[in-house]
């Protein structure tokens, strides 16, 4: 197999988990780029994060991540403080709203990867995760 072979393997593998995803997505009205920062938020535990914080850990970095947040607060998921120390700085939180609707994807969004990868065994998951990783170094 040559280098052609395993891009082209891995770009169509991308976009058919994106493709489920998506699908998985659509009935609560997100995008996975709005999931993910949904999710990156609920990890923080509280403690705020700014904007680049948010874009740095973003699985899609070509996001407009400020668009993505101005969604998320119209839907209540998000809220934007101005930091008190420093009024130039904008902190983000996951609101209640977001942690519960969270909460209501989580088991879809569970189904979903299962029904994607849920056939591979524990350690060819972790070998798959390895030598992807590879790729991002």
Do not use: W
């Amino acid at each position: 197999m040559n280098s052609s072979q395993l891009i082209i393997a891995l770009v169509k593998s991308s976009s058919e988990i994106n493709d489920q995803l998506m699908l998985a997505l659509k009935p609560f009205g997100v995008s996975i780029q709005q999931f993910n920062v949904l999710r990156i938020l609920r990890g923080q535990k509280g403690i705020a994060a700014n904007l680049s914080t948010v874009q740095e850990r973003m699985v899609n970095k070509m996001s407009n991540t400020t668009r993505l947040i101005d969604k998320l607060i119209e839907k209540s998921y998000v809220e934007r403080l101005v930091c008190k120390q420093n009024r130039r700085k904008i902190e983000l939180y996951i609101t209640e709203e977001g942690l519960a609707f969270l909460k209501q994807i989580d088991p879809v969004i569970d189904r979903a990867e299962n029904e994607m990868v849920g056939h591979f065994k524990a350690d060819e998951k972790e070998k798959m995760v390895s030598l992807l990783t590879k790729i991002n170094v």
